[in-house]
């Protein structure tokens, strides 16, 4: 099913696009409020589609909408087929560091903010493999301390906090 949806989505979006896919066998994702209650049910099966950027709303639907009518010609009669869209997190960081010598904030705000979307971001080149953030991994505040004591500019990091976690950027 995955490979099916990534080509319905290239046949969509175009095949310059970065498509990534995860197919969630027995559980129906567009019912899904939480983790606990999603009920195993074998008749149905979700594919979460993620184009290589964030879509607005109506274009992620059409897409979602366009790869579960490729996917129907392949699925049993039984199969219960579901087309969803991830649903992105944000966070709002805060953060004590002490920058280099020679590094104004602004100039240390900005390289910080390219240094974590690159690391922690969804898109082809971004994440640790650089196939954008895995799916289902877990952010570690440790990842972040990481990251940002890593950054050109930075001498120490004293206190790192995730201030708000939102859907909404």
Do not use: M
């Given at each position: 099913?995955?490979?099916?949806?990534?080509?319905?989505?290239?046949?969509?979006?175009?095949?310059?696009?970065?498509?990534?896919?995860?197919?969630?066998?027995?559980?129906?994702?567009?019912?899904?409020?939480?983790?606990?209650?999603?009920?195993a049910?074998?008749?149905?099966?979700?594919?979460?589609?993620?184009?290589?950027?964030?879509?607005?709303?109506?274009?992620?639907?059409?897409?979602?909408?366009?790869?579960?009518?490729?996917?129907?010609?392949?699925?049993?009669?039984?199969?219960?087929?579901?087309?969803?869209a991830?649903?992105?997190?944000?966070?709002?960081?805060?953060?004590?560091?002490?920058?280099?010598?020679?590094?104004?904030?602004?100039?240390?705000?900005?390289?910080?903010?390219?240094?974590?979307?690159?690391?922690?971001?969804?898109?082809?080149?971004?994440?640790?493999?650089?196939?954008g953030?895995?799916?289902?991994?877990?952010?570690?505040?440790?990842?972040?301390?990481?990251?940002?004591?890593?950054?050109?500019?930075?001498?120490?990091?004293?206190?790192?906090?995730?201030?708000?976690?939102?859907?909404?950027?």
């Amino acid at each position: 099913f995955e490979q099916i949806a990534k080509r319905a989505a290239h046949s969509h979006l175009g095949s310059e696009w970065p498509v990534r896919t995860l197919c969630v066998p027995s559980v129906n994702l567009e019912k899904a409020q939480t983790r606990s209650t999603i009920p195993a049910d074998s008749a149905h099966v979700s594919i979460v589609v993620v184009p290589g950027q964030q879509l607005p709303n109506d274009a992620i639907t059409n897409l979602c909408e366009t790869i579960r009518n490729d996917l129907l010609p392949h699925c049993l009669l039984t199969t219960r087929i579901h087309v969803v869209a991830p649903i992105y997190l944000h966070l709002a960081i805060g953060l004590k560091l002490a920058a280099k010598t020679g590094w104004s904030i602004p100039q240390l705000s900005s390289v910080l903010e390219e240094v974590l979307q690159q690391r922690f971001g969804l898109n082809q080149g971004q994440g640790p493999q650089g196939d954008g953030w895995p799916f289902g991994k877990a952010l570690h505040i440790s990842e972040l301390i990481e990251a940002v004591e890593e950054t050109r500019g930075v001498d120490y990091v004293d206190d790192v906090a995730i201030l708000q976690i939102s859907a909404q950027e």
